[in-house]
């Protein structure tokens, strides 16, 4: 068979050994991973036909394992090696299966390793390769690789040797397999997952499978094996056979109490080891309950990807980003949308999240065509669907972190998806089977949805959604438990509406909960080391910065909304109210012994009193009020914490888990009369422009640009269409059609100190007038602001914000408010009161594409300053502080791209839009749309050399 038919064969690979569970043996492993020669061509026809051992003297170098297309791996490759492209629906060639495009890269892999003993029988095993590969050893070939995140594994034994031994790998990027992986990610082919030599003793273990259970204090085992084995426990004092069922009292195993027990399955001449845990994953009374009791599943979705390497992450770097999640209250992952590397399964097991293990399977592009000839419903298709289920089963099967198999990602419907689920479900009957894409719920066992409006969530909440048209159908599907699979896409800054799902999803049982699309942007660092995305390698098809959507960075750095993220899903809620301390505990499984609670007493100057307070061990789901021995004292701020009183793998003793805090400290007031002359200069000194009526200098300080602000520099969110308002126009668009970005100002009047202005937008009659009454309490500058829309009208606005500059020595900003991160009107949820203080150019959130960012709320006091010298203002607003005007950010691609212009830019906030999710899902809420309407505040303004802002 030539290559070229080879690769539109639909089939799965060739060659391969059947799927077996990923074991930690005693029998020797050779790693083979390194830096393996390398070969890139641009097309299959122009592959030159030498493979295997071809004559590798004059080719660069790749690693194993990587993506062959990253730009750092520049200087390693030594010539061209292709370059990444993203896609989030289309496919990167024409719908026309089976067969792969004529413009299809080949990665030519070739190593040497050596052998001091031929083992009896060795087993070559790829965990994945991206792309479809052919596989020689010493000149002979063992078959090919179909199913980029699933291993693969070959008979070695004939064709090893003595001493140096060659693998050649010929990968294309394309075939028949990659109508199957058109997944929301880059298309980035190599060998992605670590290669091994892996020893196989006569009468080993080439597969275990350990069945678990647990109910009612005991748990069960039954360990299947090839060939007879002993099966030990030593914990429990289990010593048997394998097929021998043992039923013992155990703990359970929780993504709360992640209980393992080591299980020793051996032969005479093999050990391997297992950590087992016993649980049990049922769906009871429409509720999806593990060991019998409902669970709430505040996930991520998680892609494998790193800024350097590709789809290769390094196990120091995962190891990392699940402390992260550990730390952030994250309880769950959805692989999203494969397999993930088997070392992450090891560790949500040790670490305790549950796991959705989802199948490398989506096929989102043909949906773009009506789906048709979709491979989910061609029985040319059935045996590659059901070979991958496969591969993940037998592959993950002993995981206790593992709750549900899901049989892949928006690839339609159809009856290669439901053959997948009869073989999960024969195969492992223990855990559900999970599908989104299955709307009616057919042949899967739990509902789950993809970016529901918070309206629908509260409907399927009681039962009250919509109707299926099949009475049975409808029955069977109200008779489910609901997750959403995707939901609050964290695209750039947002998202928004987080509390508000969170509340939906606790007011009842039969809400799973969710998972938050997604953990990580999939940002690559180009050859100088910039952060790039779609487009910036010179793909013709794209979609953009689509790809840059997570809550922390390509290089794991949290952004805000992770923090946020960690306030929701906080697993107990503290109030504090007078000298008591309300703890309602939101753990599904354990008790609260395991935490530690403190609490400080905060003013102007300083920590005023700080201690403990006791707290009794609340069961799951349970509450207790306690008092605190020092009650908050006037103009402080109290906040009481909970703490790990241990250290555990994840975070040190101490881990801030959740707090709450109550305040003491008085509204902003300013209650001396102020006065309002008749001059244009006001004491202290104010100075207008009399063209323009335009503060030209402050309190002393010079100000510039002064002007009414009703826009923000997009954010993604406003570039989408919220879904459910498919009528409506993005919001960039709307207010860019109304002239929010580009208003213009007439002078109306100056009346003393009363300055009348008039904005709008150029060829639209909807004016706003803008009113700013000078005046003065005999220390300071008072400004009375009135901001009123002169046309009735439904308009929306972005913001109502009085934006000017400062001197550039005013480079840093202390605040008494809501911080210490940045805070909107549907975000911020991890921002508490207090003294803040941060340098003006770190307030600006570094996005990969610039837009609205850093906006500090509940401000009552915010003082901007050069070292010696402070600008103060005071009143109750958002102050957003930086380097660079919003029109800069609004017209930068890349976040180099922004570069400070020697002064301070400042917008005083006294009303602001939402930030939503429309970029993927719902749009803003109402309560935090900020709709056109008449607005007015006081703000007071002085200069002075005193102390931190207070």
């Known amino acids: 068979m030539s290559l070229r038919d080879d690769l539109a064969d639909p089939r799965p690979g060739r060659g ?39 004559d590798t003297s004059g080719w660069g170098r790749m690693p194993v394992p990587a993506s062959w297309v990253m730009p750092a791996l520049d200087e390693l490759a030594a010539a061209p090696h292709g370059s990444p492209a993203y896609t989030n629906v289309r496919y990167p060639f024409p719908l026309d299966p089976p067969f792969p495009p004529d413009a299809n890269p080949v990665g030519d892999y070739a190593t040497v390793f050596e052998l001091d003993e031929v083992p009896e029988r060795a087993v070559l095993r790829f965990e994945g390769v991206e792309g479809a590969a052919t596989v020689w050893l010493n000149g002979v070939e063992l078959g090919t690789t179909r199913g980029s995140r699933l291993p693969t594994s070959f008979e070695a034994t004939p064709s090893l040797q003595l001493g140096a031994n060659r693998l050649d790998v010929r990968v294309a990027q394309f075939s028949a397999a990659s109508y199957l992986e058109d997944q929301d990610e880059w298309w980035a082919p190599g060998i992605i997952r670590e290669v091994t030599l892996r020893t196989r003793p006569v009468g080993g273990l080439d597969d275990v499978f350990a069945r678990v259970g647990w109910a009612d204090g005991v748990g069960s085992l039954l360990v299947e094996t090839p060939v007879p084995a002993t099966v030990e426990v030593p914990e429990l004092g289990i010593q048997g056979s394998s097929g021998e069922r043992f039923e013992v009292p155990a ?6 109490s992640p209980r393992l027990y080591e299980t020793i399955v051996s032969t005479d001449t093999e050990r391997v080891v297992l950590r087992i845990g016993f649980r049990s994953v049922s769906v009871a009374g429409g509720v999806l309950r593990v ?23 390094p196990r120091k770097v995962m190891d990392a980003e699940l402390a992260l999640m550990k730390q952030h209250n994250v309880n769950a992952i959805r692989t999203s949308h494969y397999p993930p590397h088997p070392a992450l399964l090891d560790a949500a097991d040790r670490l305790g999240f549950y796991v959705i293990d989802e199948c490398d399977i989506e096929t989102h592009g043909f949906g773009d065509v009506g789906w048709r000839r979709n491979p989910s419903d061609e029985p040319l298709w059935r045996e590659a669907y059901l070979d991958r289920a496969a591969r993940m089963v037998e592959r993950d099967k002993n995981h206790p972190s593992i709750i549900l198999w899901s049989l892949g990602n928006e690839a339609g419907t159809g009856q290669n998806l439901r053959a997948m689920t009869e073989w999960i479900h024969d195969r492992d009957p223990s855990r559900p089977v999970h599908y989104e894409g299955d709307y009616d719920c057919e042949y899967v066992d739990i509902w789950s949805r993809m970016y529901a409006s918070h309206a629908e969530v509260a409907a399927i909440a009681t039962r009250d959604e919509p109707a299926l048209d099949d009475p049975e159908l409808d029955a069977r599907r109200r008779a489910m438990p609901f997750m959403q699979c995707e939901y609050a896409h964290a695209m750039g800054n947002g998202p928004g509406g987080l509390s508000e799902y969170d509340e939906l999803f606790e007011g009842s049982e039969r809400i799973a909960g969710g998972f938050i699309w997604e953990w990580l942007e999939h940002g690559i660092r180009d050859a100088a080391g910039r952060m790039r995305y779609g487009g910036d390698f010179g793909e013709r098809v794209h979609d953009g910065n689509f790809v840059i959507d997570g809550l922390v960075s390509a290089d794991r750095e949290p952004r805000p909304q992770l923090e946020d993220l960690k306030a929701v899903f906080a697993p107990v809620v503290l109030t504090v109210a007078g000298a008591s301390l309300t703890v309602r505990s939101r753990y599904d499984v354990i008790d609260t012994a395991h935490l530690s609670f403190d609490w400080v007493i905060e003013r102007a100057d300083g920590v005023v009193s700080r201690g403990s ?23 402080s701020v109290l906040t009481v914490s909970a703490r790990l009183a241990e250290p555990t793998e994840w975070a040190p003793a101490g881990h801030e888990v959740a707090w709450g805090q109550e305040s003491l400290v008085a509204p902003a007031s300013f209650p001396q009369a102020p006065t309002f002359p008749e001059a244009l200069e006001v004491t202290p000194a104010v100075t207008l422009d009399p063209r323009t009526g335009t503060p030209t200098s402050i309190a002393g300080i010079p100000v510039a640009d002064w002007r009414l602000e009703l826009w923000r520099a997009p954010i993604d969110n406003d570039f989408g269409v919220a879904w459910g308002e498919a009528e409506r126009r993005p919001l960039e668009e709307r207010w860019r059609a109304i002239g929010l970005d580009q208003l213009a100002s007439r002078l109306v009047s100056i009346d003393g100190s009363t300055v009348t202005t008039r904005v709008g937008g150029a060829g639209r009659d909807e004016l706003v007038e803008l009113i700013c009454r ?12 009135t901001v009123t829309p002169l046309v009735e009208t439904d308009q929306e606005w972005a913001r109502v914000g009085l934006s000017f500059t400062l001197p550039t020595a005013f480079a840093g900003m202390r605040w008494f408010g809501l911080g210490p991160g940045q805070g909107y009107p549907d975000t911020g949820q991890a921002n508490r009161l207090g003294w803040h203080a941060a340098a003006v150019a770190d307030l600006p959130v570094p996005h990969v594409r610039p837009q609205e960012s850093g906006s500090r709320r509940g401000v009552r006091e915010v003082a901007f300053t050069d070292g010696a010298q402070r600008f103060v203002a005071e009143g109750e607003f958002a102050v957003t502080g930086r380097p660079w005007s919003t029109e800069a950010v609004a017209s930068a691609t890349h976040a180099d791209e922004l570069q400070p212009d020697g002064r301070t830019h400042v917008v005083l906030d006294l009303a602001q839009y939402g930030v939503g999710t429309a970029a993927c899902g719902p749009g803003v809420l109402p309560d935090y749309r900020l709709f056109a309407h008449p607005i007015t505040a006081t703000l007071r303004f002085s200069s002075t050399d005193s102390s931190p802002a207070a």
């Open 251 to 256: 703990e359970p195993w929780s993504a709360e």
């Open 613 to 635: 307070v006791d707290v009794p061990a609340i069961p799951p789901r349970g509450s207790a009020t306690v008092a605190l021995p020092a009650p908050a004292v006037p103009g």
């Open 774 to 785: 000078w005046g003065s309490d005999g220390s300071a500058v008072l400004l009375d602001v």
């Open 291 to 313: 060991n019998g009791v409902a669970i709430k599943l505040r996930g991520v979705n998680r892609h494998e990807h790193h800024p350097e390497l590709g789809r290769a992450v």
């Open 16 to 54: 391969g050994l059947p799927p077996v569970a990923a074991l930690e043996s005693d029998a020797p492993v050779l790693d083979l991973s390194g830096v393996w020669s390398f070969r890139w061509t641009p097309t299959v026809d122009e592959a030159p036909d030498d493979m295997p051992s071809p």
